[in-house]
């Protein structure tokens, strides 16, 4: 947990001026995105991604994937190529997959989904690929990938960190077969093993050893994602083994896909009608999902809000009154910041349980939101895998974000209902939203579409 907030630029958090009543279109889901770039760009044929999140993350997986000689072409039309998508929303990513080529060198960023999913791929090189990024991603877990990646034929030096920086020797192909992971730190260690894995010589079986696994839904996220592409998946949820996965050796379908909205990132809009008593609507939400994101629906009911999926997406109302929450929020890990801010808010404590792992994340995310929340007069404490908060009274004051979007977004919830917040470093959400801070202005405008 890093402050920086010496040189950043402070954003005054917008207040609402009522309820909030906005329809809000949000930008495509950032796992879903560069899981599709990976699988597309492991293709035996060219493939097409329609509404791909264009954000930091998204974009520096496009552009490690060129840098290994995979083509990815922007096209933006102004009549939209899918049919059923509205004008000016058919923007699309062509990817012409090839056999990954090196030297080459990757940026990280500090994105979890680069510096896990890419290295699996890049051990299939014929050479030497360099990995490295942000500060942050030299201390983000990356050890039992690593292992589990050597046990699997792949030569990686990493100076005995079992982090980044690395660099990843290939020869052209990577033998696969069995291997144990632990990834009770990260569900992205398994995600990332079976993403390749049909391009594996034998394929994969992966078992997982660790006593806990976080985030579930991105990892059937991946099976599913997978499946579609045509590989054939044995995973614990469709009658195999608990906490093994196998993926079968072979070709994968390039195929086209129309990237689903990004549910974690409609949280903060929803969150704005929970805690002012409006409603929000977020088109597009799908009625079928792997998305951690859709347990909003389920944890905000519980916490006062009404929601309504139906054709025109999932509306939320607010009454204004927010209820706290006990909460095991292991599986939805990434929207633990949200759920923060919106429990800061409530009439009642809220424990949010399982996420030990977010000291890990783009930040340490629980001392961040403790140190944050209660610099404005809350009362949060770190439990061992979790935060209580209760209800307080909260002022004005900085919000710092130690360059993390989900506690930028979570900031900016506090400011609807508090005055004279100001958050540091709003920029930080190009993470995986850009237009966040349009967004947030429009919906407040209620002129967002
Ligand atoms: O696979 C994915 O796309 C993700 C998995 C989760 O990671 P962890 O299992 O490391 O929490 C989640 O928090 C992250 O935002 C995205
Ligand atoms: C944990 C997150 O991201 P990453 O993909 O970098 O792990 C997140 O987006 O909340």
């Not at 950032?30 to 264009?54: E, F, M, Q």
Request: aromatic share 4%.
């Amino acid at each position: 947990m890093t402050d920086h907030s010496e040189s950043l630029v402070l954003w005054p958090a917008p207040s609402a001026p009522g309820a909030v009543d906005a329809t809000v279109t949000v930008p495509g889901s950032k796992s879903v995105t560069n899981r599709a770039l990976i699988l597309a760009a492991l293709a035996a044929d060219p493939g097409w991604l329609r509404r791909p999140l264009r954000s930091r993350d998204t974009l520096l997986m496009a552009d490690a994937l060129r840098s290994l000689g995979i083509g990815i072409e922007e096209t933006v039309s102004s009549s939209s190529a899918v049919s059923g998508l509205p004008r000016g929303r058919g923007e699309s990513w062509r990817v012409i997959p090839a056999a990954p080529q090196a030297p080459a060198t990757v940026d990280v960023g500090n994105a979890g989904t680069v510096m896990r999913f890419l290295p699996p791929l890049a051990a299939l090189a014929d050479g030497p690929v360099a990995f490295d990024g942000d500060p942050r991603s030299h201390e983000r877990p990356l050890r039992s990938l690593i292992e589990a990646l050597r046990a699997l034929g792949a030569r990686i030096e990493d100076g005995g960190r079992g982090a980044m920086p690395l660099t990843i020797h290939g020869t052209g192909s990577l033998d696969g077969g069995y291997v144990e992971v632990d990834a009770s730190s990260s569900s992205q260690f398994i995600s990332a093993l079976l993403l390749s894995a049909p391009r594996f010589n034998q394929g994969i079986e992966v078992r997982h050893t660790g006593r806990t696994l976080p985030s579930l839904p991105h990892i059937r996220m991946t099976v599913d994602m997978l499946r579609r592409a045509g590989a054939q998946v044995d995973a614990p949820d469709s009658g195999g083994e608990p906490n093994v996965w196998r993926v079968a050796p072979g070709a994968l379908l390039g195929g086209d896909l129309v990237v689903e909205p990004d549910l974690s990132n409609a949280q903060p809009f929803l969150a704005a009608a929970l805690v002012t008593g409006g409603t929000v609507t977020i088109p597009d939400w799908p009625a079928r999902t792997t998305q951690p994101g859709d347990a909003l629906r389920e944890i905000f009911t519980e916490m006062g809000g009404r929601c309504v999926l139906d054709d025109r997406g999932l509306t939320l109302t607010g009454t204004g009154r927010v209820r706290g929450i006990d909460a095991d929020l292991s599986q939805v890990g990434e929207l633990t910041p949200g759920i923060a801010a919106v429990a800061a808010l409530a009439d009642g404590e809220s424990v949010l349980r399982g996420v030990a792992h977010l000291r890990l994340h783009e930040t340490d995310r629980l001392a961040a939101l403790t140190k944050e929340i209660n610099a404005l007069g809350g009362d949060v404490t770190e439990t061992e895998d979790g935060l209580r908060i209760r209800p307080r009274a909260l002022h004005g004051g900085v919000f710092h974000t130690y360059e993390d979007h989900r506690l930028a977004t979570a900031a900016a919830v506090l400011g609807l209902v508090v005055k004279d917040i100001e958050i540091e470093d709003i920029a930080t959400t190009g993470k995986t939203m850009p237009d966040f801070p349009d967004l947030w202005h429009r919906m407040l405008a209620g002129d967002v579409d």
